[in-house]
């Protein structure tokens, strides 16, 4: 079973940032492609970002040079950095993680195991 753990939402502002963290086990960590994804109400769910397990990265275009995931090997976790926040960005953000996995963050977009969600709300 692959149990993720999502933490680190919240409300901000227009232009602030949040950190999400998402905690796994170790062979989910290593092995699984790892990523987020969003789902805002009324909308489709959408893969956001995703990094594989030779730490290669993608971005939906819509948060590129605004959002970066990166993995600390240390403690098992995923992080997204969400710089230069905008009100398009609020949804309910799910880590995610699947193996084995295709085409990035697209594969997000409708497939793997998803945590139980952190809200993030941006303001004007």
């Known amino acids: 079973q692959v149990r993720l753990v999502e933490s680190g939402g919240g409300s901000v502002q227009a232009g602030g940032s949040l950190t999400l963290s998402c905690a796994a086990s170790?062979?989910?960590?290593?092995?699984?492609?790892m990523g987020w994804f969003r789902q805002a109400p009324g909308k489709e769910r959408e893969g956001v970002a995703a990094i594989d397990s030779n730490g290669t990265a993608s971005y939906t275009d819509s948060v590129k040079g605004r959002f970066t995931v990166a993995k600390d090997n240390s403690k098992n976790i995923l992080y997204l950095q969400m710089n230069g926040l905008k009100p398009e960005d609020t949804a309910e953000y799910y880590c995610a993680a699947d193996y084995p996995c295709y085409g990035g963050y697209r594969w997000f977009t409708n497939e793997g195991y998803g945590g139980q969600g952190t809200q993030v709300t941006v303001s004007l």
């Open positions: 170790r062979v989910v960590y290593s092995r699984y492609c």
